[in-house]
């Protein structure tokens, strides 16, 4: 049986249940995105490391806050709540799994050393040296990196990536610092034949890197430069308050690292050695 039935079937008991409409929607959207991440395999065969798993995707790309994560296992419990009533599976791998924890800390950011070192620990390897680059000079999410084509990579007049939707991130371009231009260039003369719709981040069978395997290898990379308390996610927060400091815009800062809002884009601020002077700039610095 095909995702998109057990989902059907879930609407309609749902529509039963009397549920809001909104409800609903929001529910049916959370189960999508769920099976997006397992192309492969079918909603009840889904194991508690893969929802885990889920979880940690969208509470550490950067797509989705912690309020939203936790509303997204609210969802997957119904479902398999559901599955278990009409005897589909025997028990819902999501009810041992807690709500995300709210984080108060503020965001790590990088020094100029600690982001040098892991260039450096990764300097033998084209692929992971690319995608850090790519991450510290761009600000992308981890996901918008594993998604990326070689048709996305505009490199000659206007440099930028193009970073198509996904789920309720808009497309949007992003542009490229001479470091990130750099660093593409060399990456792309390494596989020149590839298909303009192939992975830019590939996998030995030309898959896209899933986004955990980036993470992990990131990581080793990191544990490798000996940064502590570090994640990838922290390359993103260095592009951003980096650019902040250059006096960006929070307008043009917003839409390239795409923040809905500035609201989001301002709490970077804090950040900040130094007051922070709006000085109307659009151009990214380089990092």
Same mark, same amino acid.
């Given at each position: 049986m095909e995702n998109q039935i057990y989902i059907d079937n879930f609407t309609n008991y749902l529509r039963r249940k009397g549920?809001? *409409? +909104?409800?609903?929607?929001?529910?049916?959207?959370?189960?999508?995105?769920? =099976? !997006?991440?397992?192309?492969?395999?079918?909603l009840p065969k889904l194991t508690e490391p893969d929802i885990r798993n889920a979880l940690k995707t969208w509470s550490q790309n950067g797509e989705y806050s912690t309020k939203t994560v936790s509303r997204k296992l609210n969802s997957i419990r119904t479902f398999y709540n559901f599955l278990v009533e009409k005897n589909t599976i025997k028990e819902s791998p999501a009810n041992s799994?807690?709500?995300?924890?709210? /984080?108060? &800390?503020?965001?790590?950011?990088? =020094? *100029?050393? !600690?982001?040098?070192?892991?260039?450096? %620990? %990764?300097s033998d390897n084209l692929k992971f040296y690319t995608m850090i680059e790519l991450l510290l000079q761009t600000g992308i999410r981890i996901g918008e990196l594993s998604r990326l084509k070689i048709k996305d990579v505009v490199i000659n007049k206007n440099p930028h990536l193009i970073i =198509? &939707?996904? +789920? +309720?991130?808009? !497309?949007?371009?992003?542009?490229?610092?001479?470091?990130?231009?750099? +660093?593409?260039k060399m990456y792309l003369s390494a596989y020149e034949k590839r298909n303009p719709d192939s992975a830019l981040f590939f996998t030995k069978n030309g898959k896209h890197v899933q986004i955990r395997n980036i993470r992990a290898a990131i990581d080793k990379v990191i544990k490798k430069a000996k940064i502590k308390d570090a994640s990838v996610n922290d390359l993103r927060n260095t592009f951003i308050v980096h650019q902040l400091s250059k006096g960006m815009s929070l307008e043009a800062l917003a839409e390239i690292v795409g923040h809905k809002t500035t609201v989001t884009t301002? /709490?970077?601020?804090?950040?900040l050695p130094k007051q922070y002077k709006d000085k109307g700039i659009g151009e990214v610095f380089e990092v």
């Open positions: 549920k809001a *409409k +909104s409800t609903i929607i929001a529910y049916v959207k959370d189960l999508k995105q769920l =099976s !997006e991440i397992y192309p492969s395999k079918e799994i807690h709500h995300p924890k709210f /984080r108060a &800390e503020k965001p790590r950011v990088l =020094s *100029k050393v !600690e982001y040098l070192s892991l260039k450096d %620990c %990764c =198509s &939707e996904f +789920s +309720s991130i808009p !497309e949007r371009k992003v542009p490229l610092n001479q470091k990130a231009i750099k +660093s593409l301002m /709490r970077y601020i804090q950040l």
